[in-house]
């Protein structure tokens, strides 16, 4: 219903345990890599444990998915079996060959599986039985499951289990006619809900693996929707999911706290009352607006910016259309004069925080105030903001000029006579994708939803800096009173002036031109060689591998020269070492791994095919 509305190519918060969507938070990690642990050759008995909803069925298939070449894995969706029927389920599921007609007593099966186990051994293969709700399990298939742990050689166990369930699994093995089957558990883990982090972390993986853009939900919506479900990954889904049509039902671009509070009572069980305390009557709504008062207004505190002074622009305006939203001719007006609205290609909405130390994307904005004052107030900042930031920007055209002027002083070249005049008519993306081989497309969807092979866009504020260090052609927005204009930066020349391309033609404009009408606003094209937008952690796959081998490489290391396989778990050294990259190169360390890293990643190892602003050597001697 809202997929096409928001851009989705699936639904983010479908209520089966894909894990495809798996998001590996801090607990979650750990719970993966204790099954992993369990799955392994000193693997033995391990036990996971966690509420209903946490996400233990999402880690199994997450588990089962991996396809370890190595591995036989059993899986046991139904506990509620005697002793004879559990036992032929394991058969089933390893495909043990016996005949369910004359093999039917409990001893016959064992021997098959025993048999079937050797077999496995023999041939370098472990075997892993895990069961699913174990706290469902009676006392005798509980027994009869020890029994078959004592299947081992001097060496090794045969079967490795792997039991998952609720916290009554914990009570239940904690009984003292359980104490044998107690003490062969090697590993015992308790999931645990999310937190406020990872609850913002997981909304945004979700939403970015189902296409779309991240930041929909709104700092105070996530604090919200955060409180609501305790940080339970399945009620987290649930409100989202009808948070998401909610919006879609109101025309809203984004989700609000307000939105998440409407779906959360639409959705989520109803609490047990209690006929002694009459006070809650009036608690809950004070509480409720309370909170959401909490959530809007560190949803109004503004982030700590990283540079880039066309950023103090954005943020004023996000802030102004935050509070106009609430009326509708207010937002229209704020819509139309916003820079996200009137950027290269005439794509985006609201920009919004992603990592990087930089802004892009679709809205993400709290549910706006209907305040006039807070309005006025926004706007006032808005101009000042906007006022400061083009006299930052006048200095470094003067700056940028002056170094200009110098360099052609000393090699004695005149200036072109047509450096001072743009080339006409609006560049577009299919003039960017050309640059890319990409030909005879004709991309009339917004930046977000751009797939063109492995070639994402992204839109994005800074300073000509900025747009050195990506060193990939861009798409520029220009601004000279009323006329506002689009151009391609195809090249940056060392004599002082830049190549632009217009709809009509290209010329070579002279750089302090082009920093004095620039707006700061630009968009371009990258490679995704991780097949993600986001690497992070709790990230786990091939992605993960792509980004340690990429910075072995930067680093002088060969990535075959390391023992065994690359890691495919984001863990703290990738971590530290990631952000040690971001901040040699002027980005944000925040040890997340999106599309300015990633373009800076690829830009610091030879990339074929890929076009650059700045000549190469070979380039220049053809």
């Known amino acids: 219903m809202y997929l096409r509305y928001f851009g989705f190519d699936s639904y983010p918060f479908a209520a089966t345990p894909d894990p495809t969507f798996l ?11 204790h099954l992993l642990y369990g799955a392994g050759e000193q693997g033995g008995f391990v036990a996971l444990v966690g509420e209903v909803g946490t996400g233990k069925t999402t880690l199994i298939r997450a588990l089962v998915k991996n396809e370890t070449p190595d591995l036989d894995i059993a899986l046991c969706w139904n506990p509620h079996l005697g002793v004879t029927e559990f036992v032929a389920t394991v058969c089933d599921e390893l495909g043990v060959d016996y005949d369910a007609e004359r093999d039917t007593t ?21 075997t892993v039985l895990i069961i699913d709700e174990a706290q469902n399990l009676s006392r005798a298939v509980l027994e009869q ?13 045969l079967l490795r289990v792997i039991l998952v369930g609720q916290p009554e699994l914990d009570e239940m093995l904690a009984r003292h006619d359980l104490r044998q089957l ?31 853009p991240q930041h929909l939900f709104s700092g105070a919506a996530v604090m919200t929707l955060r409180l609501l479900t ?5 009620l987290i889904n649930m409100v ?6 909610g919006a879609y039902a109101h025309s809203r671009p984004y989700v609000g706290p307000w939105t998440v509070m409407r779906a959360a009572a639409e959705t989520l069980p109803a609490r047990p009352r209690r006929p002694q305390a009459r006070w809650w009557r009036f608690a809950l709504p004070t509480g409720a607006l309370a909170v959401t008062g909490i959530a809007v207004g560190l949803a109004w505190l503004p982030d700590i910016p990283r540079t880039s002074a066309a950023e103090g622009i954005r943020e004023a305006h996000a802030s102004s259309e935050r509070v106009a939203a609430a009326d509708p001719k207010a937002k229209n007006a704020a819509t139309t004069s916003s820079p996200a609205n009137a950027g290269a290609g005439g794509a985006g909405k609201t920009p919004a925080d992603t990592p990087d130390g930089g802004k892009g994307g679709k809205a993400a904005a709290g549910d706006p105030s209907k305040d006039g004052s807070r309005k006025d107030k926004a706007e006032s900042d808005a101009a000042s903001q906007q006022g400061k930031t083009q006299t930052k920007t006048d200095k470094t055209a003067d700056d940028e000029a002056s170094t200009d002027g110098n360099q052609a002083k000393s090699s004695g070249e005149k200036p072109k006579k047509d450096t001072h005049t743009l080339p006409k008519g609006n560049a577009d993306m299919n003039q960017l994708l050309r640059l890319w081989g990409v030909f005879g497309a004709q ?89 993600v937008g986001l690497i992070q952690p709790g990230s786990v796959g091939s992605a993960v591998v792509w980004l340690r081998k990429r910075l072995m490489q930067i680093d002088g290391k060969h990535p075959d020269s390391q023992v065994g396989p690359p890691s495919p778990v984001y863990d703290d050294a990738l971590g530290k070492r990631l952000k040690a990259f971001q901040k040699s190169h002027g980005l944000k360390p925040d040890g997340i791994a999106g599309p300015r890293t990633q373009m800076m990643l690829n830009g610091a190892v030879p990339s074929p095919g890929a076009p650059s602003l700045t000549p190469t050597k070979s380039s220049d001697k053809k």
Not at 107 to 114: A, S
Not at 145 to 157: C, D, P, Q, S
Not at 443 to 452: E, F, M, Q, W
């Open 23 to 33: 998001y590996l938070g801090h607990s979650h990690r750990e719970a993966l890599g």
């Open 182 to 212: 107690a003490q062969r558990i090697t590993a015992r883990f308790r999931l645990q809900p999310l937190g406020l982090a990872e609850t913002r972390a997981y909304v945004q993986h979700r939403l970015e693996r189902a296409g779309g």
């Open 240 to 245: 989202s999911e009808r948070a998401l049509m």
């Open 230 to 234: 305790r940080g339970v990954p399945r």
């Open 443 to 531: 991309i009339r969807s917004g930046c977000s939803r751009l797939h063109v092979g492995d070639l994402r866009c992204l839109d994005d504020t800074g300073d000509f800096a900025t747009i050195k260090r990506y060193n990939r052609p861009a798409l520029l927005t220009l601004q000279e009173k009323d006329h506002r204009q689009t151009v391609l930066l195809s090249r940056i020349n060392d004599d002082g002036t830049v190549t632009l391309v217009g709809g009509e033609g290209t010329r070579d404009v002279d750089r302090q031109l082009l920093l004095k009408l620039w707006t700061g606003r630009f968009r371009v094209i990258w490679r995704s060689d991780a097949g």
């Open 106 to 126: 409990l001893k016959t099966l064992v021997d098959r599986l025993n048999a079937h186990l050797l077999e496995a051994h023999a041939a370098n293969r472990r």
């Open 145 to 157: 499951l020890r029994l078959l742990t004592n299947l081992e050689t001097h060496k090794a166990k």
